[in-house]
């Protein structure tokens, strides 16, 4: 919300009323009004005194339309009254119904003002679709491209992965890479074609937009993810899950080869030859990898090869849904409270872990603890050969 007041004025309006108030923002930027534990933000009008492209000083007003003109886009310089009135100073309502990303004023003037609008108008197209943008605007954003450094990284990570969201996302990305701003974003070798082949399998699975995924694809290197997260400033989370995508991928497909048997005959479990070898190999991949790194560089191997047949995929995607990661049945306290101790545990744990992956995750605490005595045997074969 926005009020005709500065922010002494409507702080004092609001603790009157009962409400808790916490300011947000630098006078005579926004406050947070609660109430019944919702917060809602309330701004007073402003107005520019002084911008240089990154961060703007600014004053209070009272002149609503003064306000307004501080909007990037004459769609998000309308305002409503509680009481239904709609005042729109710059042709916004027009836009909406077009629909049409426009700057409110001189495109070239408003992108100096504030260099973040240029990613601003690619994010609009994201939501609306590049037709949307308006000529004028999309060819100042073109030639404006070289302003995008000199924004803070975190700024244009921010707004770019929002970009990769929208459900227009593709042929806004297309129009960057044809508008000079992909390069100026990282300087990277991006794959448009591959981003749209992304966004095409997540529609055709009823998966929701992924940043993270779509920017994988879009990257496709794993060699490059470093540079890029860096570069787009990503939280350590995101950048060590985009990078598992990107180097899972190569070896990632949606209809993997059957896993081979056991080496023991001996140690198979009733029942699990009828269990499909297809998914008893995802499963191993999910506890290896993780299903949601598994599933995502599945898709961005499909992807890559602009792969149109989603039925394989779409199996995986549903063993990923439902998968809850299984708890190998045997522990180091087991091997100790049979005389191994140092690395011999390790050994004897993933002895015992390989078989029961391949066995599908069935065996049991009782089947795994005779496995694991045959481990131990082994372990005991291995340091007696040494002495």
């Known amino acids: 919300a926005r009020v005709a ?85 710059f042709g916004g309502l027009a836009d909406l119904a077009a629909p049409r990303i426009r700057f409110v004023g001189d495109p070239h003037e408003r992108i100096r003002e504030d260099h973040l609008r240029i990613l601003r108008f690619y994010r609009f197209a994201a939501g609306f ?19 995008i450094e000199t924004l803070s990284r975190e700024r244009v990570g921010q707004e770019f992965l929002k970009t990769l969201a929208g459900p227009f996302a593709a042929e806004a990305v297309e129009a960057m890479a044809s508008d000079g701003i992909l390069e100026a974003v990282a300087d990277t070798a991006w794959s448009p074609a591959r981003f749209r082949s992304m966004a095409a399998l997540e529609a055709a699975l009823d998966l929701p937009p992924d940043p993270c995924r779509r920017l994988a694809a879009l990257i496709g290197d794993s060699g490059r993810a470093d540079a890029v997260g860096r570069s787009l400033r990503l939280s350590r989370k995101r950048a060590d899950r985009l990078l598992a995508i990107l180097q899972l991928a190569p070896d990632a497909a949606p209809d993997p080869p059957d896993p081979p048997d056991p080496p023991d005959p001996d140690a198979a479990v009733e029942g699990s030859a009828q269990r499909p070898g297809r998914l008893r190999a995802v499963r191993a991949a999910f506890y290896r990898h993780g ?97």
């Not at 590049?130 to 100042?140: E, K, L, T, Y």
């Not at 995502?296 to 995986?316: Q, V």
């Open 129 to 147: 679709g590049i037709a949307a943008g308006d000529p004028a605007s999309r060819a100042a954003c073109s030639a404006e491209a070289g302003r």
């Open 5 to 89: 007041l500065d922010q002494a004025q409507h702080l004092r309006r609001l603790e009157a009323a009962g409400l808790r108030v916490v300011p947000t923002g630098i006078a005579p930027g926004p406050v947070t009004a609660v109430s019944d534990s919702t917060g809602f933000e309330v701004t007073s009008l402003r107005r520019d005194v002084e911008t240089d492209g990154r961060r703007a000083v600014v004053a209070f007003t009272d002149e609503w339309r003064e306000d307004a003109l501080r909007r990037d886009f004459t769609i998000n310089a309308l305002s409503l009254r509680p009481d239904g009135a709609v005042f729109d100073y």
């Open 291 to 387: 299903a949601e790194n598994w599933r995502d560089a599945s898709l961005l191997a499909a992807a890559a090869r602009d792969d149109a047949d989603t039925g394989p995929l779409h199996d995986l995607v549903q063993a990923a849904a439902g998968w809850q990661r299984p708890v190998l049945p045997v522990r180091g306290a087991d091997l100790a409270a049979r005389g191994i101790a140092g690395p011999a545990v390790g050994k004897g744990l993933k002895f015992v872990e390989r078989w029961w992956i391949a066995q599908d995750f069935r065996p049991g605490r009782e089947a795994a603890l005779e496995k694991l005595e045959e481990a131990i045997a082994l372990v005991r074969g291995m340091e007696g050969g040494r002495r």
